[in-house]
């Protein structure tokens, strides 16, 4: 179609463009000629009637010298020859007037009758070669057109089948596999028990759990704050892609990683490629000298093997920021199992009360409802629970923290510290305010509070004494 119509089509549309404007041209000068030859008859036609005033004009003078008894011969004799050359001049312009107004007539009828049918048919059949060409173009679409409904129906059929084919929990799938971060979802809310003072006396013969500062939850802190820095719908990152893709959470990091990992293997066999062929080219030169010098593959071959180097190294920086993420999830995974187990233990030696007692049957009458939920509290103080100050930071260069999970903090910030970088570069740190999250552990100056150990100390010694919060708290520390 573009071949045979469209592009014939704009050929012969610039050929009638070329020949409509040549047979304008003609009838352009065709009625410049006749206006010409129109001027000059108009011009004989006036200098005969200016001619035949002038002759009337001596006529009229001698007639009007000759009748004077007063005038003299000789001006009779003068206005008679004056009359004589008017009249003259007057007979040769009528006699130019006739010839110009018969030429200007014939070149008239000629215009009229010859010239402008002329150019107007010649228009005519080129407008009728045109519609004629149209015609054969319009026939040439029909062809085209009807070449192709099968193939076009061909495809619909197919699109039908397609659309017919959609699996909505396959694409979704593949949709959640491609942007699933990795992070780990937040725990349930834990029920505390403000009532133990209230039905626990003196004469019950249990120790009441004395008020520990550290376990004063700041009213500023609040989990609301922290609450939704892992969440689905946070801010896209804005800040610029780092080599290492830590910006990115977890999976994603990982999939990248493995990517980056796989191009440049493919990247490393076609330099190997090109190294086994030019050895052997080597080899042919070297046996066969007048092929080619073999000393001119010397520098493409050293620059292969320095890419191949280059490529070595890269894989191997990448292989390890692989594995150091493949390390952190399994930790992950491995510290919420221990957290899960500690914690059903714990939760077995808890009297209804809220006690701590290591009278078997005591444990065996427990509410048996806690055990429904065993990853509760581990749930809790691992995402959405705020976590004791155990330092402090001084951020030593500033971070935009665009990314899902981190915190912003401009230079010189003093930040509390929560949770200390497990290997992967990371430190859980929070603001004054109550808001949380992920800083890089190269750009904070970290200090740890040495009464950390004597908070952890007082916790134990309230477990002891019988808050069954404080227990899981103390495993949490452990874990720490």
């Known amino acids: 179609m573009g071949h045979r119509v469209y592009g014939e089509l704009m050929r012969y549309s610039h050929d009638l463009k070329t020949e409509r404007k040549m047979h304008l041209q003609e009838g352009r000068k065709a009625q410049q000629y006749l206006d010409m030859c129109w001027k000059q008859m108009d011009n004989s036609k006036k200098k005969f009637e200016r001619e035949c005033r002038e002759a009337e004009k001596a006529q009229q003078s001698y007639e009007r010298l000759d009748n004077d008894t007063n005038a003299t011969k000789a001006d009779v004799e003068k206005a008679k020859q004056q009359l004589n050359l008017r009249t003259h001049m007057a007979d040769e312009n009528k006699n130019e ?22 150019i107007y048919k010649q228009l005519q059949e080129m407008d009728e070669r045109r519609t004629i060409k149209l015609s054969e173009c319009y026939k040439g679409f029909a062809d085209s057109e009807r070449k192709v409904i099968p193939i076009i129906s061909k495809c619909l059929e197919g699109m039908i089948l ?23 979802p937040p725990g349930d809310f834990p029920f505390e028990d403000y009532s133990q003072n209230i039905y626990r006396t003196i004469s019950d013969g249990t120790i009441s759990t004395p008020k520990q500062e550290g376990m004063k939850i ?13 969440w689905l719908f946070g801010k896209k990152p804005k800040g610029p892609a780092l080599e290492d893709f830590s ?16 191009e440049l293997n493919r990247e490393l066999q076609k330099e190997t490629d090109q190294k086994d062929a030019l050895i052997k080219m080597k080899d042919v030169y070297e046996k066969t000298p007048q092929m080619g010098d073999p000393g001119s ?88 629970d705020p976590l004791p100050a155990i330092g402090h930071c001084k951020a030593i260069y500033p971070f935009d923290g665009h990314n899902e999970g981190t915190l912003a903090m401009k230079e010189g910030e003093v930040l509390y510290v929560i949770e200390e970088d497990k290997g992967d570069g990371w430190t859980r740190a929070r603001r004054q305010n109550g808001e949380e999250g992920y800083v890089p552990t190269s750009y904070i100056d970290v200090t740890l509070e040495k009464s950390s150990k004597e908070h952890i100390s007082a916790l134990a010694d309230s477990a002891v004494k019988g808050a069954p919060r404080i227990v899981v708290r103390l495993q949490h520390f452990g874990n720490l």
């Open 97 to 118: 007037y006739a010839a110009q107004l018969q030429n200007f007539n014939g070149e008239q009828h000629k215009h009229f009758y010859i010239v402008i049918p002329q």
């Open 162 to 184: 397609a659309a017919k084919s959609v699996d909505e929990r396959r694409d979704s799938q593949i949709v959640i596999d491609c942007f699933k971060s990795g992070f780990e």
């Open 247 to 262: 910006h990115l959470p977890p999976e994603q990091r990982r999939k990248k990683l493995q990517q980056r990992i796989d």
């Open 218 to 230: 700041d009213s500023k802190t609040t989990v609301g704050k922290a609450k939704g820095k892992l």
């Open 297 to 384: 593959l010397q520098p493409k071959l050293a620059e292969t093997m320095s890419n191949m180097d280059r490529l070595r190294m890269e894989i191997h920086k990448n292989e390890a920021w692989l594995s150091e993420v493949e390390g952190k999830v399994a930790a992950r995974g491995d510290r919420r199992h221990s957290s899960d187990i500690n914690h059903l233990v714990t939760q077995g030696r808890e009297s209804p009360e809220g006690s701590y007692t290591d009278d078997a049957n005591q444990e065996v009458r427990g509410p048996q409802q806690q055990h429904a939920h065993p990853n509760e509290f581990d749930d809790e103080f691992e995402d959405d």
